[in-house]
């Protein structure tokens, strides 16, 4: 049972300094879990740690592959509303 | 095609600074302020109006983490209102962060102050943000420490803080009434949980107004930065505003929001407008009161290098810095030179009796007050104007009036002129430039082509290339003058279009 990071992590360093476990390292392209140290925060908090700081929606998975942080959740955009946004970008 | 410059060949402007006064206003920004704080920020480029032509600053990007969430920003491009600093920026370790202080320092020596503004938030990366106070405290004493923070982590920091003889912070205060919050801040990081809307945004007041107090008690010196956020908070500023005044902070900074939809934010991709500059010029009058407003913030990068307005970051990468050679000692005794020169130049500036640019207003005004006027000017610095319309990134404003004149603020523009094949794109960027400069009848500049000088005029904008290399002070109250001459300030107050018809 742990946590992983995802290539949507932008590397913003958040996470890293708050894992009980010390189970987040540097690397790259992106930040990652060190399976063997990640207890999903069990008996230490509530929730997650480094999925209650990260930023960025869907850069966190569960064991069963879904988002702690799915889309929307985080900053309140809708995801259509999101992919909207960036296919008129794109379109310019 | 290039039109005629009058008095080009005027004898060199006076170098540096402008000529009388401060640019801020005829009156010094800091002459409200008691001696002590005075000193603090006589040299500190983003306190003193004054000392931003003068004195350098530079950022350094130690701090990765933030623990809130604002609708502004989009930490996969880091902040876009506090900084731009995209995926390109340098992260430093506090190790790499010393080194390219030392080293710019020791190549610019204007710089007065070091500051650690992100990223992310310096406190919620209390690590790194201190280890690099220790060391440059220990080894470059001449130089201020300041940070800037969204306040959530202040309380706690504050002993550490003035430890490290950090004398100015700055503290990012957009509300005080958390249902005005829950629409700034979706969410906040606090006791190991994630705390979303109101009840977050309430947590995250109450330690920013602690924070703010507990400096104030310790005669740490308070500059409150509000993001201006229309429909949002506008209104609510004022309050701010007044209270973050009545608690003793200094200076307050109001700065619009920056909304593109590219930087992927909340309020970029939903829509969300920034203001408008002559919305967020009413908002800081309202908001003066008794306390003077920072007008000529830059909000520039968290990795910013030079003076404000300038960004000389790529002379300093950390491959670039690897090979200069410093003699520390050395730096320091040309920073002292280099400082008291600057601080003789200030002293003989202050000595000097202001121009007499009132008196022809006064003689001419027949009893009422013409109307005050806008101006646009070029300038690359030195509080002369010195530059060419089309090579404007930005443009200073300021109101002519019969008080006298008065710096408003900065515009940024797209670049007019880039030369060569980028020209095609004039005219639509000319379009932009004018819009930008809405609510301005003059814009001054050292020169000024015949194609866009057609458009201003179109637009009601007086182009004038006529003061190239003057002191913008004098040459706005002479254009002033000219208006006034010209029977162009009667038309607008109702007392003069009594004097009109008399």
Redesign the interface.
């Known amino acids: 049972m742990a946590l992983k990071i995802i290539e949507s992590c ?5 996470c ?3 894992c009980p476990n010390q189970a987040i390292y540097e690397a790259k392209p992106h930040f990652l879990i060190d399976a063997k140290k990640c207890t999903e925060c069990e008996g230490e ?3 997650a ?1 480094c999925a ?2 990260c ?2 929606e869907g850069a966190i998975l569960d064991a069963l592959d879904e988002a702690l942080n799915p889309p929307g959740s ?4 809708p995801p259509e ?2 992919a909207e ?2 296919a ?2 794109q379109a310019h | 095609m290039e039109l005629k410059v009058l008095g080009q060949a005027e004898p060199e402007a006076p170098k540096g600074g402008c000529s009388a006064g401060s640019c801020g206003s005829t009156d010094d920004q800091l002459s409200h302020l008691p001696e002590d704080i005075r000193e603090k920020v006589h040299n500190h480029p983003c306190y003193s109006e004054e000392a931003h032509h003068y004195f350098a600053r530079m950022h350094v990007a130690v701090a990765p983490a933030c623990n809130i969430q604002c609708h502004y920003c989009n930490r996969k491009y880091d902040c876009a209102n506090e900084s731009r600093p995209g995926v390109v920026s340098e992260l430093l370790t506090p190790d790499q962060a010393v080194k390219k202080t030392m080293a710019v320092a020791a190549n610019i020596p204007q710089m007065t102050v070091l500051g650690i503004a992100g990223p992310g938030d310096p406190l919620a990366n209390p690590e790194r943000t201190f280890a690099t106070f220790r060391a440059l405290s220990e080894q470059a004493p001449d130089i201020k420490l300041c940070v800037s923070t969204n306040g959530l982590a202040l309380p706690a920091s504050v002993d550490e803080l003035a430890k490290h003889n950090i004398d100015h912070v700055t503290i990012t205060i957009n509300c005080v009434d958390p249902e005005v919050g829950a629409k700034i801040y979706p969410w906040i990081f606090w006791n190991n949980r994630r705390i979303k809307g109101k009840k977050g945004a309430k947590i995250l007041i109450e330690q920013q107004q602690k924070g703010l107090e507990m400096l104030v008690e310790r005669g740490i010196l308070v500059k409150v930065n509000s993001v201006m956020i229309p429909g949002v908070n506008d209104e609510h500023l004022k309050e701010v505003s007044r209270i973050v005044k009545q608690k003793g902070a200094f200076l307050h900074n109001v700065m619009p929001l920056i909304a593109e939809a590219e930087h992927g934010t909340f309020y970029g991709v939903m829509g969300q407008r920034g203001p408008k500059s002559s919305e967020l010029q009413a908002l800081q009058d309202d908001c003066a009161g008794d306390m003077n407003m920072m007008r000529h913030c830059r909000q520039c990068r968290a990795d910013a290098v030079g003076l404000l307005g300038e960004d000389r970051g790529a002379e300093f990468t950390m491959d670039k810095i690897e090979d200069m050679e410093i003699d520390y000692t050395a730096a320091m005794e040309k920073r002292a030179q280099v400082h008291a020169a600057i601080e003789q130049e200030l002293a003989a500036k202050q000595a000097k009796p202001q121009a007499p640019a009132l008196v022809p207003l006064e003689s001419l005004g027949g009893g009422s007050k013409p109307r005050p006027v806008l101006m646009a000017v070029a300038t690359t610095g030195g509080g002369v104007i010195n530059q060419h319309f089309g090579h404007a990134r930005e443009f200073l404003v300021y109101e002519a009036s019969a008080e006298g004149v008065r710096f408003i603020g900065h515009r940024k523009v797209d670049l007019y002129c880039s030369g060569g094949d980028t020209c095609g794109d004039g005219e639509s960027v000319l379009g932009g430039i004018i819009n930008t400069l809405e609510g301005c009848e003059a814009v001054l500049c050292a020169k000024i082509g015949y194609e866009p000088w057609e458009m201003l005029e179109e637009a009601g904008i007086q182009p004038n290339g006529e003061h190239a290399m003057e002191p913008i002070e004098d040459a706005v109250m002479a254009v002033y003058s000219e208006m006034l001459e010209m029977g162009k300030l009667d038309a607008k107050t109702d007392d003069q279009e009594t004097q009109a018809t008399a």
């Open positions: 932008v590397n913003c360093w958040a890293e300094p708050l908090f509530a929730d740690q209650s700081i930023p960025i985080l900053t309140g955009i509303r999101m946004a960036m008129e970008l």
